[in-house]
């Protein structure tokens, strides 16, 4: 039914929301992320839990006879120990992860909820499915490239200010930490949402029986560009580099990801 794929997509929805602010709060350690992330994920598990009443309601009975009861049952129990974890404890890296992997098991219990209810539905939903696929994966590429001209700036500030030229030029820009902080916060939330874009890429090229393997080009360069953003992430967090070496290491993660966005998908078998 039209209504029933509405609330399972709202709840996608909610859950990638979910997703890309335990991640804030992953790197940052930020409350406000925190909190926002466990509201969201909090409103999940409250539909979920009504739907689950709901069913046990009419059935007498736990719904566990299907494979797909058995994951709705399993997703909520992940939800449900998520909340659980927070509200106890402080582990930012295990609400991340807990969190790709519940939206992962999500995607493929409302394909087979609508699958079974609706099938009609389905190439609908594997329609939105793509298009947020490829949504994503643009918003984090602007994001990405947005943060590569604050790593340009920056380089072009230092420049000028190492040899006492254009003042005019430099009352323009930040100084050269903010536009070291600000190419990093870009970053911060470009890598999720490509995480997500490429989770729902995999999902949507299995289910629709598209000519799909772990050694296309384009799926590789893709987890290879997150691979590179995510080191950035970890050189500039763990290990506290600053300035001129993070901000080259940027500039070479955004020429990959040209080579990804323009050789790799040429190549590819199935992204044209």
Same mark, same amino acid.
């Given at each position: 039914m039209l209504e029933e794929r509405i609330l399972h997509e709202g709840m996608l929805l909610l859950y990638g929301l979910t997703? %890309?602010?335990?991640? %804030?709060?992953?790197?940052?350690?930020?409350?406000?992320?925190?909190?926002i992330a466990f509201w969201l994920l909090a409103m999940v598990w409250v539909i979920q839990t009504i739907f689950l009443l709901t069913e046990i309601w009419h059935s007498a009975s736990l719904p566990i006879q299907s494979f797909n009861d058995g994951l709705y049952i399993y997703t909520w129990i992940i939800i449900t120990f998520s909340l659980v974890v927070h509200l106890f404890f402080r582990q930012e890296f295990f609400m991340f992860f807990i969190s790709v992997f519940g939206f992962f098991v999500m995607i493929i219990?409302? /394909?087979? &909820? %609508?699958? /079974? &209810?609706? &099938?009609?539905? %389905?190439?609908?939903? /594997?329609?939105?499915?793509?298009?947020?696929h490829i949504v994503l994966a643009l918003i984090s590429y602007g994001l990405f490239t947005i943060s590569f001209i604050f790593a340009c700036l920056y380089f072009m500030q230092y420049q000028l200010l190492k040899k006492k030229k254009g003042y005019k030029w430099l009352r323009r820009f930040q100084d050269l930490e903010g536009l070291e902080k600000r190419a990093f916060q870009l970053i911060v939330l470009a890598e999720p949402m490509l995480l997500l874009s490429i989770i729902l890429g995999v999902v949507w090229a299995y289910m629709t029986g598209t000519e799909f393997y772990w050694g296309d080009s384009k799926t590789i360069g893709s987890i290879f560009v997150f691979s590179v953003y995510a080191f950035y992430l970890f050189m500039r967090i763990q290990q506290q580099f600053r300035g001129k070496l993070i901000l080259t290491w940027n500039i070479i993660a955004f020429l990959i990801l040209l080579i990804n966005f323009f050789l790799f998908n040429s190549l590819s078998n199935f992204h044209m």
């Amino acid at each position: 039914m039209l209504e029933e794929r509405i609330l399972h997509e709202g709840m996608l929805l909610l859950y990638g929301l979910t997703v %890309i602010f335990y991640f %804030i709060d992953f790197l940052y350690h930020n409350q406000k992320a925190n909190r926002i992330a466990f509201w969201l994920l909090a409103m999940v598990w409250v539909i979920q839990t009504i739907f689950l009443l709901t069913e046990i309601w009419h059935s007498a009975s736990l719904p566990i006879q299907s494979f797909n009861d058995g994951l709705y049952i399993y997703t909520w129990i992940i939800i449900t120990f998520s909340l659980v974890v927070h509200l106890f404890f402080r582990q930012e890296f295990f609400m991340f992860f807990i969190s790709v992997f519940g939206f992962f098991v999500m995607i493929i219990h409302t /394909l087979q &909820s %609508i699958k /079974l &209810s609706d &099938s009609t539905q %389905i190439p609908v939903m /594997l329609n939105e499915m793509l298009f947020a696929h490829i949504v994503l994966a643009l918003i984090s590429y602007g994001l990405f490239t947005i943060s590569f001209i604050f790593a340009c700036l920056y380089f072009m500030q230092y420049q000028l200010l190492k040899k006492k030229k254009g003042y005019k030029w430099l009352r323009r820009f930040q100084d050269l930490e903010g536009l070291e902080k600000r190419a990093f916060q870009l970053i911060v939330l470009a890598e999720p949402m490509l995480l997500l874009s490429i989770i729902l890429g995999v999902v949507w090229a299995y289910m629709t029986g598209t000519e799909f393997y772990w050694g296309d080009s384009k799926t590789i360069g893709s987890i290879f560009v997150f691979s590179v953003y995510a080191f950035y992430l970890f050189m500039r967090i763990q290990q506290q580099f600053r300035g001129k070496l993070i901000l080259t290491w940027n500039i070479i993660a955004f020429l990959i990801l040209l080579i990804n966005f323009f050789l790799f998908n040429s190549l590819s078998n199935f992204h044209m």
